[in-house]
């Protein structure tokens, strides 16, 4: 039986394997090969059609792998006997209900959002389209023998050298052993946690803040007290009250472009805070994760006051992708040992592969030039959506005008409470995500604030909706 005429061209595309998929599929599908029926041999298959065995097997394989081919060792690959399932009818769509499990966990998944102005992350379509194809060729060119392994507890030592280098540009010294490389930026704020601290102990933490830091604390039963953020860092009179009160043993902050304000410290407020710092003697962890996307150079905490005293957490959500989850800590040498073992008991090593592919990101010399034309996107979506807020009679709690993030609320009179959990329904109705600033808060107030990613919040239907949401009613 012919079942297609192979595209034999040089570099055809879709390749031979793909064509030969393709086919078996479409003859299954047209009942031409029908359940429990025997295939062809490789051999067979392969002469009919001019083909390689290589090719055949290949996409013999890649349909049973699909659950259409049955095979057993030794045996004849037959059509599974499987009844094939018939193309979903898609289910009417119905807003989901926010809370912090939406907004901690399936929000990632929930795709029916088509305005994510509340979200963490920059669009799909503003990611570098060629740099992590082009690393994951790369990489796929490495021997298996060099990443079959769990490797090195550390992480990938070129990334760590790489990362170490790169600190060094900022002031900050740091040993490729004592970088210390995790799933993300978020699990190494939880490696931090779980190795500095122990249940009933005192944090201080941002407010607002890092809302899955308040989750990570909770879960771990520590003590957490709030100070308030400042346009300059960190209300250091409610800081220093704290620490005369509680044996405060970290503060937890982010220096740059914060998640959710937007805010970074100016030279002067970092320099207090350390000192503060210094005088009742506890840590300072600061979570950079967005400081590449930020055009004019900022102080760096722990260049400033050394590892013994700041803990640095950055990772490469923001710079290359979310979905490498890479990220990493460094501090001093002792305390990333410790870490090590806290890691690996959590999780053994991280994944080497994706450390791999953004080390091949970063050495790529596009990715600099990459990174200059996010920043430039996002000053444009700052103006543009700051704009619009003005004109829409928002507050807005500073002007970054760089980085993800305005922390803004809606007009008197201003929603909270009831009325905030209703515009925030109706906006999900509408296709509209929008992020209150109760999540954000460590003791959980509702002033009417809300987070706006500036990527996602040009669009005129988000203001739209807003103009229809403050009419009279």
């Known amino acids: 039986m012919i079942l297609f005429e192979p595209d034999r061209r040089r570099n055809a595309a879709p ?19 029908r359940p429990g029926m025997i295939l062809p041999s490789v051999r ?16 013999y394989n890649r349909l049973v792998a699909r659950g259409l081919l049955q095979s057993r060792p030794g045996a004849h690959f037959r059509v599974s006997r499987q009844k094939q399932a018939a193309p979903a009818t898609v289910p009417e769509w119905v807003a989901p209900r926010i809370g912090a499990s939406w907004l901690l966990a399936d929000v990632f ?19 570098d389209q060629a740099g992590l194809p082009h690393a994951m060729r790369q990489l796929s060119r490495v021997p298996i023998s060099q990443i079959s392994s769990y490797g090195h507890p550390l992480g990938y030592h070129p990334l760590r050298e790489h990362i170490a280098h790169s600190l060094l540009e ?7 052993d004592q970088v210390l490389l995790t799933h993300g930026a978020t699990q190494a704020l939880d490696i931090v946690v779980r190795t500095l601290l122990r249940p009933g102990d005192h944090v201080a933490v941002e407010s607002p803040c890092y809302a899955n830091l308040l989750q990570i604390l909770a879960l771990n039963r520590i003590t957490v007290h709030a100070v308030p953020r400042t346009a300059e860092g960190i209300h250091e009179a409610t800081l220093q009250a704290l620490a005369r009160q509680h044996p405060i043993r970290a503060l937890f902050v982010t220096s740059v472009l914060q998640n959710p304000t937007g ?51 950055s990772g490469f959500s923001k710079s290359v992708m979310p979905s490498t989850r890479v990220g990493y800590l460094t501090c001093a040498k002792p305390l990333v040992d410790e870490c090590a073992r806290t890691k690996m008991s959590l999780g053994l090593t991280s994944t080497e592969v994706m450390e791999r592919a953004v080390y091949h990101v970063l050495r790529d010399g596009r990715h600099s030039t990459y ?5 430039e996107r996002l000053r444009q979506a700052h103006d543009q959506v700051t704009a619009a807020m003005h004109a829409h009679g928002f507050e807005v709690w500073g002007e970054p005008g760089a980085g993800l993030f305005l922390w803004a609320r809606p007009p008197a009179p201003r929603p909270t409470g009831d009325e905030l959990i209703r515009l925030t329904e109706q906006a999900l109705k509408a296709g509209i995500w929008l992020a209150p600033g109760n999540y ?10 809300m987070r706006f990613n500036v990527a996602y919040s ?16």
């Open 263 to 313: 805010a970074s410290f100016t030279m002067a407020g970092a320099f207090r805070l350390l000192q503060l710092a210094e005088r009742h003697d506890f840590l300072v962890v600061d979570d950079d994760t967005s400081r590449d996307l930020l055009p004019e150079p900022a102080p760096m905490l722990a260049a400033l006051a050394g590892a013994s005293r700041v803990i640095y957490v």
């Open 458 to 473: 040009g669009d005129p239907r988000l203001w739209r909706f807003f103009h229809r949401w403050a009419a009279p009613r």
């Open 109 to 127: 998944a929930d795709h029916s959002i088509s305005i994510k102005a509340g979200c963490g992350w920059l669009p799909p379509d503003w990611h």
């Open 371 to 375: 990174l200059r034309g996010i920043r």
């Open 15 to 33: 390749t031979l394997v793909d064509q030969t998929v393709t086919a078996l599929e479409h003859a299954i599908q047209a009942h031409l090969l």
């Open 170 to 176: 900022h002031g900050l010294e740091a040993a490729p």
């Open 44 to 59: 067979q298959f392969a002469r009919d059609h001019g083909l390689s065995t290589f090719t055949v097997m290949a996409a």
């Open 440 to 449: 954000f808060d460590p003791e959980g107030r509702d002033e009417g604030w």
